[in-house]
């Protein structure tokens, strides 16, 4: 392997880390966040600031896109980032934020599933066994309450459903971004994705909610808001600029890896916070990340 190989190798792993450490905090702004806005406002408070701050960006290369390369990127608004932020935020109205980040590390597999139902990939025996393993882990944490046992009527929690469809959501968005607009640079695909989400967010948020009033009347609601800012602007915007441009220089399968390192950082947070994991918790994490280690053990850093 030669010199500048290594240096590229090194960079990859840098700017997963890098991202691990992003994504893997925003599960905490999103709890102290929902402790003020509902769910729906912090969502589309996200996207407002991160479109917002990206807007210099997006304006002057619009002149330069075509119909069929706008059509993907308002999809990959949509999925990569628009209902990814509602589901996210949902899922945390009930559901801790050290287990919103571990089932989030369903990512690397929905990116392989989701390649081989519209991408034309393959999938083989070992990711069909990720798959399964890693299900059954995401099984177990949303049906083991807040003790060591089972109760199916009474623990199941199927808000952790809504963090398996913004996975679905994230495996989709990959695919397009490496197979479908490949000749267009990854700051562009973000700053352009989100703008043409924002409008969208923006009238949900200022005419449908009660954000504006909240700001004004409420305690602790600037606070919050400050949460999500931050949330929009290093966790969306910085950290997608950042991703789109690692789906270009790998495979998706690694860009995705970022979920194996997401869940460790979302577990510290909540951890640190007061949340608390039960023995059927922790075998619930080991079973997602031994799945996804073993459906994407294959993968390299390379096209």
Not at 5 to 26: C, E, P, R, T, Y
């Amino acid at each position: 392997m030669s010199e500048a190989d290594k240096f590229q190798q090194l960079k990859n792993w840098g700017m997963l880390i890098v991202l691990a450490l992003i994504w893997g905090s925003s599960f905490i702004l999103i709890k102290k966040a929902l402790l003020v806005f509902s769910a729906g406002e912090v969502g589309a408070l996200r996207i407002v600031t991160a479109g917002t701050v990206l807007l210099p960006l997006a304006m002057p290369v619009l002149k330069h896109l075509n119909g069929r390369q706008m059509g993907y990127l308002l999809v990959i608004g949509f999925v990569g980032s628009f209902i990814p932020s509602f589901l996210f935020a949902t899922a945390q109205t009930n559901l801790s934020s050290s287990l919103a980040g571990v089932i989030n590390a369903l990512t690397p597999l929905m990116v392989v599933l989701v390649g081989a139902l519209f991408f034309h990939a393959t999938i083989t025996w070992r990711i069909s066994l990720g798959l399964i393993i890693a299900f059954l882990g995401v099984g177990v944490l949303v049906l083991a309450g807040s003790n060591s046992g089972f109760s199916f009527f009474s623990d199941f929690n199927f808000y952790g459903l809504f963090v398996v469809c913004a996975t679905v959501c994230y495996g989709l968005n990959v695919n397009i971004i490496k197979y479908r607009v490949p000749e267009i640079k990854p700051k562009t695909i973000t700053a352009i994705s989100l703008m043409m989400v924002l409008p969208l967010a923006a009238i949900y948020l200022l005419a449908y909610t009660r954000f504006s009033f909240k700001l004004l009347h409420v305690d602790g609601a600037w606070t919050a808001a400050g949460y999500v800012t931050v949330l929009g602007i290093i966790g969306t915007a910085a950290a997608l600029v950042l991703f789109n441009t690692m789906v270009k220089m790998v495979t998706p399968v690694f860009a995705s890896s970022v979920t194996y390192l997401v869940p460790l950082v979302a577990i510290f947070w909540g951890v640190w916070d007061g949340e608390k994991l039960f023995p059927l918790h922790y075998l619930g994490i080991f079973a997602v990340i031994i799945g996804v280690w073993i459906g994407n053990r294959k993968s390299r850093l390379s096209k």
